[in-house]
């Protein structure tokens, strides 16, 4: 894992390809990101611990406390910030997932015999 230094804290990278992006914030009391938005991204936010605001261009500001998360669309002009305490979140940026993305060749359900067999375990 590799981890960066910013003026809000350290991001740890846990997961980066081409869809998603996972990274661990160790957020320093009352520090804020950029004023951004994301072309093509969700912004999701996962407070670990601490207390977590976000503010968007909708015109309002989201608190998030331990174990609550909040996503940000593409598009959206947001930034998220600290109070006064540390706080660790867990971001993922993301591309839309289409939930209709599964070819099913077999329909899951109760074991047969012949699964067992095909596994070795009877």
């Not at 359900?109 to 009877?122: F, I, K, M, N, W």
Request: glycine letters at 8%; charged letters at 20%.
């Amino acid at each position: 894992m590799t981890t960066f230094h910013g003026t809000w804290g350290n991001r740890t990278l846990i997961f980066d390809n081409s869809t998603c992006l996972v990274t661990v914030l160790d957020l320093e009391p009352n520090q804020r990101c950029s004023w951004h938005y994301h072309n093509q991204n969700f912004n999701l936010f996962y407070v670990v611990v601490g207390i977590l605001g976000v503010r968007t261009d909708k015109g309002y500001t989201t608190k998030l406390i331990e174990g609550q998360s909040f996503t940000v669309e593409p598009g959206v002009k947001h930034e998220f910030f600290t109070y006064n305490m540390e706080t660790t979140i867990v971001e993922v940026a993301y591309v839309d997932y289409d939930h209709n993305d599964i070819i099913r060749e077999k329909l899951g359900g109760p074991t047969h015999e012949d699964d067992q067999e095909a596994e070795g375990s009877v």
